[in-house]
């Protein structure tokens, strides 16, 4: 079994910053991709960011140049660095991961439970 861990939300003032963390535990193989997506209430799931085991990232339209989103391989964690936020990014915050568990290398895929994002105008 594969939990997610996320940490880091908050409420803060448009323009300011946060970090998201979101640990991966359990019997793991490898982590072959991370998503970061966020949700606000009778709106469904969004992609906001995402990172291969290469480090290939994509982000969508409305955060580039604002989010950078990283990953600890050693330390199976992603982040989610968010600069000039804005009250519009305002959403509970769901990381995902895509991998391989250790003992048969079968694929898993798991969600956090989710973290709170509140940006204050």
């Known amino acids: 079994q594969v939990l997610l861990e996320e940490s880091g939300g908050g409420l803060v003032q448009s323009g300011e910053s946060l970090r998201l963390s979101c640990t991966a535990s359990?019997?793991?193989?490898?982590?072959?991709?991370w998503g970061w997506y966020r949700q606000t209430p009778g709106k469904g799931r969004e992609l906001v960011a995402g990172i291969t085991r290469l480090g290939n990232a994509n982000y969508t339209e409305s955060v580039k140049g604002r989010f950078t989103i990283s990953r600890d391989t050693a330390k199976n964690t992603v982040y989610l660095q968010m600069d000039a936020l804005k009250p519009e990014d305002t959403a509970v915050y769901y990381c995902s991961a895509v991998g391989r568990l250790r003992d048969d290398r079968r694929y898993f895929s798991e969600w956090g439970h989710g973290t709170l994002v509140t940006v204050s105008s």
């Open positions: 359990g019997s793991i193989f490898s982590i072959e991709a």
